[in-house]
């Protein structure tokens, strides 16, 4: 989600310096053909495109981006750049004039960026207007247009409309695809240290605009290292992933786990207190208890913070003083996962 909102972010940009490449183009087509009829009318359509651009360059991006009617702008604004154009060449020789190659321009930024139904709204903007303008054409002293000319127009038009309407699909699944590669612990495909800490920073956004708080529990694996060295980074690949599996299974649907490194985990546990996260964090460890010791600690927002840093830390805290407080326990526990897990290898696996 957050890549895409930089890529809109971008696309702003894009579409400013692309308006105003458009109403710089109209400008000196209007010089070069000043002796023909409307001008006057064409330089106001210019500056009110001009102003239009002007007042977008000056909104906030973020105002925009974040904003709930963030796709209705990007529509609108589109379709206001179809409607400039086609007044434009209404003004000029209706569908025969250059201008209405800015349409082409239309569809190809909305491909860019825009959500598959959107790009649609404005094929068809641009086809209707189209339509339009050959009307225009007709009726409006332009003298008649070939149809196999405009036929080939709204053919290339219609063509065009449905590759960016494809495009649009196509780039919405890699940028998908691309969100969960780079936020997915390639080994164990929980969050990783990206993934979980936009959920927390997303959480704790909530919190501070006055919604329920959260817990956040740390579990690091006690002596993981051991069975690294004993048995190999193998086995020690399969303990993460069994230790995954065995937490995601005591978790809530609703909560989150990530790996943040090594043998490193956090659970996120929205709408719930200390409480509710010292509970999970027994079940966390209980689970694990099967193969191997952990040691857990537990911090909750808005009471250890509302911010990500600080609420790390006390976690991590909580998570130290739990493993000084119980070394023996953590090495009976490790020392009982090592004999079940030689058990496991000299049948060819560790579990």
């Known amino acids: 989600m957050q890549d895409e909102l930089r890529l809109r972010t971008r696309m702003i940009g894009a579409g400013i310096h692309l308006s105003v490449v458009a109403v710089l183009g109209c400008a000196v087509w209007i010089a070069l053909t000043w002796h023909e009829p409307h001008r006057a009318g064409l330089v106001a359509m210019v500056g009110s495109a001009a102003l239009t651009t002007a007042i977008i360059a000056v909104i906030p991006r973020a105002r925009i981006i974040h904003s709930r009617h963030r796709e209705l702008f ?8 179809v409607a400039f154009v086609s007044v434009a060449a209404g003004l000029d020789a209706g569908v025969r004039s250059p201008m209405v190659l800015m349409l082409y321009l239309t569809l190809v930024y909305a491909a860019l960026s825009y959500p598959r139904w959107a790009v649609a709204v404005v094929s068809g903007a641009v086809l209707l207007a189209v339509v339009a303008l050959s009307v225009i054409v007709g009726t409006g002293g332009h003298g008649p247009v070939d149809p196999y000319w405009l036929g080939g127009l709204v053919l290339t038009l219609s063509i065009s409309a449905t590759m960016c309407i494809w495009q649009s699909r196509l780039q919405h699944d890699v940028r998908l ?6 936020r997915a612990d390639p080994l164990t495909g929980c969050l990783n240290r990206l993934g979980f800490g936009e959920r927390l920073a997303a959480e704790l956004a909530r919190v501070e605009a006055g919604g329920p708080g959260l817990a956040l529990v740390l579990v690091d694996l006690d002596h993981f290292k051991a069975v690294n060295d004993q048995f190999g980074h193998s086995a020690g690949d399969e303990l993460l992933c069994w230790a995954t599996t065995a937490m995601a299974g005591v978790l809530r649907p609703g909560d989150a786990l990530g790996r943040l490194g090594g043998d490193e985990f956090a659970a996120l546990l929205p709408a719930a207190d200390a409480e509710e996260g010292r509970r999970a964090a027994e079940r966390l460890r209980f689970a694990l208890a099967a193969r191997i010791s952990a040691s857990a600690g537990v911090a909750a927002a808005p009471d250890d913070g509302t911010e990500s840093d600080p609420l790390h830390h006390r976690a991590d805290e909580r ?9 023996s326990s953590a090495r009976r526990r490790v020392t009982n996962s090592r004999s079940s897990s030689s058990t496991a290898s000299s049948m060819g696996g560790f579990s």
């Open 74 to 81: 990007f529509v609108a604004w589109s379709l206001s750049l």
């Open 177 to 182: 695809e691309l969100s969960r590669i780079s």
């Open 319 to 327: 998570l130290y003083e739990a493993k000084r407080q119980s070394p």
